[in-house]
């Protein structure tokens, strides 16, 4: 396949053709390819025939990843023709893919400019993180209900690991881990409907990498909230594990506030969110 590499700030060539290459590979045969590294670790994705089934869904992948990895900025243009170069594909499938993410608030389509990496206003993050703390707060409270020993064991390795990457200078596996613990509640809460809201609501702090801008002292804070959670958990106290999932979503909202400046997002401010 004739290939060529467009100038956008993006490296998914590669992953493209790993993903084609695995997704026809024997599962015996398979190695550890590209797809298995880093940028993998803010959005997995379990490479199956039926996940993956055409081109479009592959460039939503990648373009998902260069997206909430901060490969690509907020505001940022996504020109078709660029991005099918880089692929090595051709524009439909691109311009599917697109579509695809206009529908999860990732990208948007802007007057004389196409599409673009959607921007939010501090309001609106401010939104995602409340509507999140409500969600998340239910479900590890449902999750009281439904835990098993197996799940809090999990949690509790979580705790330790996260724990360990405390003051490592590569924030990626300290934020595998966050997202690691925080899956495994709401797996234990057993409701997809759930599942698929929580997805949607904790895209958008990737996109800003909101866990980037945190200090040692918040960092443990996090953990210390993980491991209250996993205590209550372990409890089967609903209350109290709902209650401090709230909490520790909404200390998060307010980290990036900070990080903004002016508590802007805490106070909904109108003015401009941009990444830092």
């Known amino acids: 396949m004739q290939t060529v ?3 956008v700030g993006l490296a998914l060539i590669d992953d493209f053709c790993d993903r084609m290459q695995y997704a026809v590979m024997p599962s015996s045969q398979r190695a550890v390819t590209k797809a298995d ?3 993998d670790v803010l959005l997995p994705i379990t490479v199956t025939p039926r996940v993956v089934r055409n081109a479009a869904d592959i460039a939503a992948e990648l373009i998902r990843q260069a997206i909430v990895e901060g490969r690509l900025d907020p505001g940022e243009p996504l020109r078709e023709e660029r991005l099918a170069a880089e692929l090595g594909i051709s524009r439909t499938p691109v311009r599917e893919a697109l579509l695809i993410l206009q529908t999860e608030g990732l990208v948007e389509a802007a007057p004389k400019r196409g599409s673009v990496v959607r921007s939010y206003r501090p309001s609106e993050v401010a939104d995602l993180y409340e509507t999140r703390a409500m969600a998340e707060g239910y479900a590890a409270g449902r999750a009281a209900r439904f835990v098993t020993d197996d799940d809090i064991e999990l949690l509790r390795q979580s705790c330790t690991r996260f724990e360990a990457l405390l003051h490592q200078p590569d924030v990626v596996p300290l934020v595998k881990e966050n997202l690691a613990f925080h899956g495994v509640i709401v797996s234990a809460a057993r409701s997809p409907t759930l599942a698929s809201l929580m997805d949607i609501v904790t895209r958008v702090p990737l996109v800003y990498r909101s866990y980037y801008h945190y200090s040692s002292k918040e960092k443990e804070l996090a ?3 993980h491991q209250r959670i996993a205590q209550a958990l372990e409890e089967r106290d609903a209350v109290r594990a ?3 999932m709230r909490e520790h979503i909404l200390e998060a909202r307010d980290v990036l506030a900070a990080h903004l400046g002016d508590g802007s997002v805490a106070d909904g ?5 941009r990444a830092g």
């Open 242 to 244: 709902e209650a401090l």
């Open 269 to 273: 401010s109108k003015s401009p969110l």
């Open 5 to 7: 590499k467009g100038n």
């Open 223 to 225: 953990l210390h909230y």
């Open 37 to 39: 590294g880093p940028r």
